[in-house]
Each structure stands twice: as C-alpha cells, then as structure tokens.
C-alpha cells in the first residue's frame, strides 16, 4: 500500500513542525512548501520546495503539477488565502486541512466546556473573525460541491522555541531582573496550554483520515491554568517568582493599539475545552506534556541559544506605562 502523501504549505512553525515531523515518523511522504526562511530545520527525510505562496508561477514551478493525499495549508488566516487554495487543489487532494483558531468561538463563552459546537463569534479580535470568514468559505464549498475540508481549532499552542505568555522572552528578562511584570485582569482566569508534540498526535492521526473529511475538531490538551499559575512556572524554571501587578485587559490593549483584542477577544477568558471528539476517531490522543516539565526545557533551550532571547523593547516600555503610578 503506498504511503500517504501530504503537502504542508508552511511546515516549519509551532505547530506545523511537530506535526510534519511525526506525520514522516509514521512513514507518510511529507512535502514542505514554503520561503526556506525558517530557523527550525525539517525533519529527516522531509522533502522541501521552496517557493512563496503568493506566488502563483514560483508555486507552480515547484510543485510541477503533482496531487498530493493530504494538503495541508499551516499559514492561511484570510479568505482571500483559503480561496486561492481552493482553486489550486480542488479536484487535486483527498484532504485539505484548514488550521482556523479556538480564539474563533464566542466570546465571552457562555458555557465550559468549549465543544466543537460553541457557536463562533468573536466582535473582538479581527484574526478570529477572519478564521470564521474562512471556515465559512471551506463549509460551502464541501456542502456545495463536496470538497473535502478538515477544519482544527488548536487553541494556544507552544514548543521549546516559544515562550507561552504575553510578552514572550521579556517577560523572562524581566523576572530576571526583578522588574515587575504586567498580568491582565486578577491573573486568576483559567488557560489551556499544548505542547505542540502533543497537537501533532491528533493533527496526525486526522490526515488522510476519512472519518475527518467533511468535519471540523479541536485540538487541544486537559492541562489547564490559571495565568497566575502560568508566570509563577515559567519564573521558578527561569530561576526567580515573578513580581506581578495586574492591569485590566483594555487598559492594556489601549496602551498597545497593536495587540488589540489578544486579550480582550482570547486570553482574558477562561478557555476549557471538550476533546471527547479527537480522542473517538484519534484514539492514541492524549496529551503528556505539563507546563511544568516543558518550561524547563524551554528556559534551557532559551540559555543555550542567545540569539533567542529577544527582549521586545516596546512590550518592556508598555510594562513600564503601565506601572506607573
């Protein structure tokens, strides 16, 4: 039986990574396509094409008219980006996998647990409306002419690489120098953390997977926090407790124009989720990776590569605004 073939358009990010190297590890022929700008290497055996996306020749010199099993498109956020997809590869794959984004359901939720039901409404943040826009698109287009969409919700999702807090690694240099850091809200609203070597258990096991085609599922771990909780493990695995003052959600999406509704639209929302659905047609779903033991690695990986440790100056200065009296 020939291996599964899968394109994943992107491939090298937070999610995309862990995915595609594990979909290779299960003996699919995985096929990257992307700029080859990444600092996170391939997989082994991993085939890479470069081109950009928005490129139409470039991509069609790359891919040279192959069909693929699965297309799997990890950096499409417009509708514009899906339809473009949809023109190239209907009637070209078995599978296309659209990433939307758990940010996409109602906020605020009006029950917990989060289902694949939770209707999807978010007046906040303009990437989720945009995610819905898209999905809206996809479920047409499979209701109208049958193509074979696969839509996964993945809610905050992280790996060694990537500091799972607002703020990033100057969060960390601020622990680390004592300085006090800004937490929306009282810090005591609950968040669901994945590791993204646990995202691509589920992610893999839905490729190729005609249990998915047609339907949409989130995925996401049972590891839940409160954000207070979140910067204590982060602080103790950088070596010192973080000196914390809160500040609501608006007063600082007001003073960072650039991140309106992050906060206001997901983070400052208690996010629990039902992943009854991925676990019945994945059934080796099951998230391992707690906070606790991925900081660890993450803070020493941070050690091991400098050139990682990017304190953002204007995140640093909207600190400062902020604790001032």
């Not at 699919?28 to 391939?42: I, Q």
């Not at 600082?252 to 991925?278: C, W, Y």
């Not at 099951?286 to 100056?313: F, G, K, M, S």
Request: proline fraction near 6%.
């Amino acid at each position: 039986m020939a291996a599964t073939t899968v394109l994943f358009i992107g491939g090298t990010g937070i999610i995309s990574s862990a995915a595609s190297a594990l979909a290779a590890s299960r003996g699919m022929e995985v096929t990257l396509l992307n700029r080859g700008h990444s600092r996170r290497e391939p997989a082994e055996g991993v085939e890479v094409l470069t081109a950009d996306i928005t490129d139409a020749a470039a991509v069609d010199a790359a891919l040279a008219g192959r069909e693929f099993d699965v297309v799997a498109d990890m950096i499409a956020f417009t509708p514009d980006q899906v339809q473009r997809d949809i023109d190239r590869f209907e009637g070209r794959t078995g599978q296309y996998v659209f990433i939307s984004s758990a940010s996409a359901y109602q906020k605020p939720v009006a029950r917990l647990p989060i289902t694949e039901s939770t209707p999807l409404r978010n007046p906040h943040w303009q990437y989720s409306r945009d995610k819905i826009a898209c999905e809206d698109l996809l479920t047409a287009a499979y209701r109208d002419r049958g193509f074979p969409v696969t839509v996964l919700r993945p809610s905050h999702t992280y790996d060694k690489w990537t500091i799972p807090a607002f703020g990033g690694w100057t969060v960390i240099d601020r622990i680390r120098r004592g300085e006090e850091i800004i937490v929306h809200g009282d810090g005591t609203s609950l968040w669901t953390l994945t590791h993204s070597s646990d995202f691509a258990v589920g992610f893999a096991g839905l490729l190729g997977n005609p249990l998915a085609y047609g339907d949409t599922f989130q995925i996401t771990s049972d590891f839940v926090y409160t954000w207070n909780e979140i910067y204590s493990i982060l602080g103790r695995a950088a070596g010192a407790e973080p000196k914390i003052r809160y500040a609501t959600s608006a007063a600082i999406e007001d003073a960072a124009p650039d991140r309106a509704g992050q906060l206001t639209g997901d983070m400052a929302h208690s996010v629990v989720f039902d992943n009854t659905k991925i676990r019945r047609v994945v059934p080796d779903f099951n998230p391992v990776v707690p906070l606790h033991t991925a900081a660890r690695e993450i803070i020493e990986w941070h050690d091991a590569h400098p050139e990682l440790q990017r304190v953002d100056p204007a995140v640093d200065a909207l600190f400062d605004r902020l604790l001032e009296p």
